[in-house]
């Protein structure tokens, strides 16, 4: 399978744990996005990497989130103290520069449940 | 960010064509249309994307105003497998980074 991958596709952690999820992009792709989706309403967008540079921030990324993407390949994202706002699908995707339009390709998803 | 405003849900029945409008009234010179769809348990995945000109591909075809200020996805033939959230938004490829999704249209393809 060469698309977008993400583990674990379901996390139930109770309030104030802290929990990270990984993403694992196209390979060729130098782009990578997080975004945070819940139910009934359309993906919100978290942050953006190109390479290993987190270019942009959304305001939604409180001082409890962050996102890494140390060589430029793979990135995680930690919550700490868990909330039971945080419970969402959080969806990470990818892209690579130089085509026109930056078509981004989106993984299967992060199912977070915070009891 | 350009917004898009997009029905709610729309309902079709199956073999029939479904025109799924969007309106994006601010859009600028440089914002590409593109339209995404998220089956159930899945994330988003791209259908088509179009500037100026009416666009087609396997999967559906997009037809974009003169004004560019609306558009419409048009897949001929629903099948239960089109049931789906449909989501339009801008992209200027010139400036790399958010999209914003809107809450989408929900298709229900009756059979």
């Known amino acids: 399978d060469t698309g977008v991958s993400q583990d674990p596709r379901h996390k139930i952690t109770k309030r104030g744990q802290n929990v990270t999820f990984r993403c694992d992009p196209i390979?060729?792709?130098?782009?990578l996005y997080w975004y945070r989706q819940t139910l009934g309403q359309g993906p919100e967008f978290l942050t953006y990497?190109?390479?290993?540079?987190?270019?942009?921030k959304s305001r939604l990324l409180s001082d409890r989130f962050s996102a890494e993407r140390p060589k430029g390949s793979f990135s995680t994202l930690e919550i700490q103290r868990t909330e039971q706002g945080d419970s969402a699908m959080y969806l990470c995707?990818?892209?690579?520069?130089?085509?026109?339009?930056?078509?981004?390709?989106f993984g299967p998803g992060t199912r977070l449940t915070v009891l | 960010d350009a917004k898009t405003t997009q029905p709610n849900s729309m309902e079709s029945n199956e073999e029939e064509p479904v025109h799924l409008p969007c309106n994006h009234s601010?859009?600028?010179?440089?914002?590409?249309i593109h339209w995404y769809r998220q089956l159930p348990s899945q994330g988003p995945e791209y259908v088509i994307h179009?500037?100026?000109s009416n666009v087609n591909n396997r999967m559906a075809s997009l037809a974009i105003a003169e004004d560019r200020k609306s558009s419409t996805l048009i897949l001929h033939r629903a099948t239960l497998r089109d049931a789906a959230v449909y989501y339009c938004?801008?992209?200027?490829?010139?400036?790399?980074?958010?999209?914003?999704f809107g809450d989408g249209t929900t298709l229900t393809v009756k059979p």
């Open positions: 995707a990818s892209s690579k520069t130089g085509t026109p339009v930056d078509e981004q390709f």
């Open positions: 390979s060729e792709h130098n782009r």
């Open positions: 990497f190109q390479n290993e540079a987190q270019l942009e």
């Open positions: 601010t859009i600028s010179g440089t914002d590409y």
């Open positions: 179009g500037l100026t």
């Open positions: 938004i801008l992209r200027d490829p010139l400036k790399a980074g958010k999209s914003t």
